[in-house]
């Protein structure tokens, strides 16, 4: 196809193993959402396969389109061929707006239809917020350091998309092992395998048929038929009457919408930094755009450019693999075949493709920043981990409730967080962390890369912009409120009065790296 000057190719041979790869990571994403809400939110079938997954599929159509525009833009702009970002449900996001938005709904009115009006009402008003973040997003990307950006997703990646899966598979490990060892071969050793045939591809249906002959796996036809795509504008307008009515959901709705702008920004950095440039703020548009126009047709989730564009692009894809998916899950989404699919794969057997995608961010980024700056990189992972455990402590605590464990004290009453602590388990601190972990390992990514490189100011700007988020409860809270001053917002002010003060009345020699009398590092380019 010819664009301007150049020849884009839309279509190469590594779309074909991309394709897969992407698929299956919708797909996941698609099968836990919709068993979610079936099964835990008691929506009945009609709602999650007539309404919820074909509005995702519309938004997800809407998104490749804008996505493959851009991929030809860029590849006219800059003469040769490019990967197009990869775009999706947003993992991490979706989970909150399952459990922020959407459960508190039906655990205080036992209605699974006002949830899900609920629920869409969240996702319109926060695809206008995501949007919003084009504003500043530009700007935020060109002061940020890459190993802060680029630090924050490696820490997603480690522990939700590549740690869980993993446990899935050790779960399931006759399943797992056998998908686990082809994607290791095809993917991560990049080895041929016969008729060179996708290992994503091959790694879903080994681990499929062994389900199959193992019994952990079945056919069934049941809901599969006809949903088309409809507009819900009376549920729309009756979930954003009930936001206003219950301003409180706010505290979860703004914040991580500002989270998922972030999350764009940070992945079309890591596009960036493995040779594709696209524009921030058009991104984040797109992104926004389509949360809300998925959310004007049943589904309440936002979408984002996906991570993992390093991966894709290692496979040679182009843009055929997100055109693959626009086409592929809208017609599984209008016919039902979701619901199939979800009986026939089971999770283990898609589960290894999520392990390479985790795998290659953060080969990626170690590739794509300067040696000195894995240290930023490695702090911006930190408040991951800590998210990590807060949410597994959380699923303990339920599952001891929903057991019948008498006499168990709340997760974070004093006396439980003083026993935890006692046992080496510092939970008020990995709470602290976790709140808000996608800002909090980028700025503290991006302060200690702006100290090595000796950019004391803009190491100072990070620290107070982290002492005015967390006074608003922004970060290490767990909602938003008015100004309040506590330790840790202090500590940040603290901070920033240290990295603005002390150069200014100390020598140059005194704060020059100590390593033999090297030079300063400068910064790598782009930073």
Excluded at 9 to 36: C, E, H, P, Q, Y
Excluded at 46 to 66: K, M
Aim: hydrophobic share 55%; aromatic share 12%; charged share 10%.
């Amino acid at each position: 196809m010819r664009v301007g000057s150049y020849d884009y190719k839309l279509f190469s041979r590594g779309d074909f193993s991309a394709f897969w790869a992407l698929f299956t990571d919708n797909l996941v994403n698609l099968m836990v959402l919709a068993g979610i809400c079936q099964f835990v939110f008691q929506m009945p079938a009609e709602i999650v396969y007539g309404r919820i997954i074909p509005g995702a599929a519309v938004a997800i159509l809407a998104g490749v389109a804008v996505y493959v525009l851009l991929a030809r833009r860029a590849a006219a702009q800059h003469g040769r061929e490019v990967t197009a970002l990869p775009y999706g449900i947003s993992t991490p996001v979706m989970f909150v707006y399952l459990f922020g938005v959407i459960g508190p709904i039906y655990w205080s009115t036992n209605d699974p239809v006002l949830a899900w009006q609920v629920g869409i009402g969240a996702g319109f008003l926060g695809g206008i917020v995501a949007a919003l973040g084009a504003i500043i997003g530009p700007w935020l990307k060109k002061v940020t350091p890459r190993a802060g950006m680029l630090g924050t997703l490696c820490g997603i990646a480690l522990v939700f998309i590549g740690s869980v899966p993993l446990a899935t598979i050790f779960e399931n490990p006759f399943i797992g092992f056998a998908s686990l060892i082809i994607i290791l071969w095809g993917l991560v050793g990049r080895f041929r395998l016969p008729f060179n045939i996708p290992a994503g591809l091959l790694a879903l249906i080994i681990g499929t048929v062994v389900a199959l002959l193992i019994g952990q796996s079945s056919i069934s036809f049941e809901g599969v038929g006809f949903y088309p795509p409809l507009p819900y504008f009376g549920d729309l307008i009756a979930g954003i009457q009930h936001l206003f009515a219950n301003p409180e959901l706010f505290l979860v709705l703004v914040p991580v919408q500002i989270y998922n702008f972030i999350e764009t920004m940070n992945n079309v950095e890591s596009a960036e930094a493995a040779g594709d440039h696209y524009p921030v703020a058009a991104c984040q548009i797109t992104d926004g755009a389509g949360t809300m126009v998925g959310a004007l047709f049943g589904s309440p989730f936002p979408t984002t450019a996906y991570i993992g564009h390093p991966a894709y692009k290692r496979m040679g894809a182009h843009s055929g693999y997100i055109i693959g998916v626009g086409i592929v899950i809208p017609l599984a989404a209008m016919f039902g075949f979701l619901a199939f699919l979800s009986n026939l794969i089971p999770v283990a057997a898609a589960a290894p493709v999520l392990v390479f995608v985790a795998l290659s961010l953060i080969t990626n980024t170690a590739h794509a920043v300067k040696v000195e700056h894995m240290a930023a990189v490695t702090i911006a992972m930190m408040p991951h981990v800590s998210a990590f455990l807060v949410v597994k402590w959380g699923s303990l605590m339920g599952a001891l409730n929903a057991t019948g464990a008498q006499d168990v004290l709340p997760l974070g009453s004093p006396e439980l967080t003083a026993a935890l602590m006692q046992q080496g388990a510092h939970y008020a601190g990995h709470l602290a962390l976790s709140q808000g972990a996608i800002l909090t390992g980028l700025i503290w990514g991006a302060i200690v890369a702006s100290v090595i490189d000796g950019k004391f100011r803009i190491a100072a700007g990070f620290a107070f912009a982290a002492f005015v988020m967390a006074s608003l409860g922004v970060i290490h809270s767990a909602t938003l409120h008015l100004p309040e001053f506590g330790a840790v917002s202090l500590g940040y002010l603290i901070a920033a009065a240290f990295l603005v003060i002390y150069p200014i009345f100390h020598k140059e020699e005194a704060i020059v790296p100590e390593a033999e009398g090297l030079p300063r590092p400068q910064a790598a380019p782009g930073e």
